[in-house]
């Protein structure tokens, strides 16, 4: 066990990165009891969580900057996993160094690419330039490595914590709204549980060939009084033709306006997969 590990942990969370990444705040924030475990890819995420390696996954989804997660939505419908809760972290940004080493002293600072732009002010302000790491996490744990002082990283505070850096700065980000949500996946699902501020319900489907199918189906939901919170669309099977939607909604499929829907929804489908019914997190709001 890790020196962060806690004392009282209660099972295995795997997720996508280092130890630091925002993946594993995550994992911290949301199952403060359970040991994190670091993973390469997303597939071995789920992998870890099949073959009984880990408990639950901890899987982004979605980003108010850049949006859906490349992959995410394909993999989901393959895991065999269910989704029993989401997690909302904001992506707060702060600059680490070696400690003793002052601002001034830096020449550059690496993060992953998607992060260089958020904290662009801050650097310009201080005549910092910056470079594209692989990963953020990974940047901060090479630095406390090789220990090169003119050089600072940007990452998150856990970051910093983990692999006994100095933070010089916290919250640089340009902007405040910067969030990821993920999802956290087991093996099983749990449709009994009842959320203090509502249920979501995650599915996929593939609509049938005829004139207008989505559009039908999509009816349902309007006149059964569903919120449909987000719908996109992606390709399958390498085939311009064989579109699967992917769909979150507020309610749970036992609700009768929900389950309604979901009847006629199935009418217009060839597929129609519920890949989870988790509490609605409040920070949606």
Do not use: W
């Not at 994190?36 to 408990?55: H, L, Y």
């Amino acid at each position: 066990m890790n020196e962060h590990a806690k004392p009282d942990v209660t099972g295995r969370i795997a997720f996508q990165g280092e130890l630091g990444a925002y993946s594993h705040q995550a994992c911290v924030d949301a199952r403060p009891n359970m040991e994190a475990i670091p993973c390469r890819t997303f597939e071995e995420v789920i992998g870890a969580v099949r073959e009984g390696r880990a408990d639950l996954a901890m899987l982004p989804v979605e980003n108010t900057t850049y949006g859906r997660v490349a992959d995410i939505h394909r993999l989901l419908p393959e895991s065999g996993l269910r989704i029993i809760d989401e997690a909302f972290v904001r992506v707060h940004i702060s600059l680490m160094a070696l400690p003793g080493v002052q601002i001034e002293e830096l020449e550059k600072v690496r993060a992953h690419l998607v992060l260089l732009p958020q904290a662009a002010s801050f650097l310009k302000q201080y005549g910092i330039r910056g470079e594209a790491a692989a990963d953020s996490a990974g940047a901060a744990i090479e630095l406390a490595r090789d220990k090169t002082r003119e050089i600072g990283v940007l990452a998150s505070d856990l970051a910093a914590d983990i692999n006994g850096l100095h933070i010089l700065a916290r919250h640089i980000e340009d902007h405040a709204h910067n969030t990821t949500r993920f999802l956290i996946m087991g093996r099983e699902a749990d449709r009994t549980r009842r959320g203090d501020h509502g249920m979501m319900t995650t599915f996929v489907f593939q609509v049938r060939n005829i004139p207008a199918a989505l559009y039908k189906g999509m009816g349902g939901f309007a006149t059964n009084g569903v919120n449909m919170t987000k719908l996109e669309s992606y390709m399958v099977g390498g085939s311009f033709t064989a579109t699967q939607f992917y769909a979150d909604i507020e309610g749970h499929p036992d609700d009768p306006g929900v389950k309604r829907a979901l009847e006629e929804l199935d009418y217009f489908t060839d597929m129609l997969e519920i890949l989870g019914v988790y509490p609605r997190d409040a920070r949606r709001d």
